[in-house]
């Protein structure tokens, strides 16, 4: 999961573009409910819970110069460590070893972190509007069939 950003930036005599890709690597742990419309066709849907692993920021030449950024940050403080999701989505079976498989992940919760300063003359955490939102499209192939006895 992540994003990729591109853009200009006026560094005092031109416009620059720059570009950095912030990629969010997550242990998914779905509960699909699967609904069988015919022989072919299915219909998924079901909570997902998400524990992010690690976060890196990769900084294109330009972003590092202008910056003086590293080329890869680390970016785990950034991020909340839990996202919780709803799963959408439709399976197609080819044939019996093949098949397809298209879901929507809609995060639920704010992941982003930052610190702000207070009134108090401190710094606290404040959660902001990041979310989680994925297409994912799967192949599926079954190498080996169980057989029930």
């Given at each position: 999961k992540g994003t990729r950003y591109s853009g200009d930036?006026?560094?005092?005599?031109?416009?620059?573009?720059?570009?950095?890709?912030?990629?969010?690597?997550?242990?998914?742990?779905?509960?699909?409910l699967r609904y069988y419309q015919s022989e072919k066709w299915s219909f998924l849907f079901g909570?997902?819970?998400?524990?992010?692993?690690?976060a890196k920021i990769k900084n294109d030449e330009n972003a590092q110069r202008l910056f003086e950024l590293p080329e890869t940050?680390?970016?785990k403080d950034y991020y909340t460590k839990f996202d919780v999701g709803l799963n959408l989505g439709a399976a197609y079976t080819i044939n019996?070893?093949?098949?397809?498989?298209?879901i929507y992940q809609y995060g639920l919760?704010?992941?982003?972190?930052?610190?702000?300063?207070?009134?108090?003359?401190?710094?606290?955490?404040?959660?902001?509007?990041?979310?989680?939102?994925?297409?994912?499209l799967s192949f599926i192939y079954t190498f080996k069939e169980m057989n029930s006895k």
């Open positions: 930036y006026f560094d005092g005599n031109q416009n620059v573009s720059i570009s950095y890709t912030k990629l969010l690597s997550y242990l998914d742990l779905p509960l699909l909570p997902q819970l998400s524990f992010l692993l690690a940050e680390a970016a019996e070893r093949m098949a397809l498989m298209l919760l704010k992941i982003g972190i930052d610190e702000v300063y207070n009134n108090n003359g401190g710094f606290e955490e404040q959660k902001y509007a990041i979310m989680n939102r994925v297409l994912l």
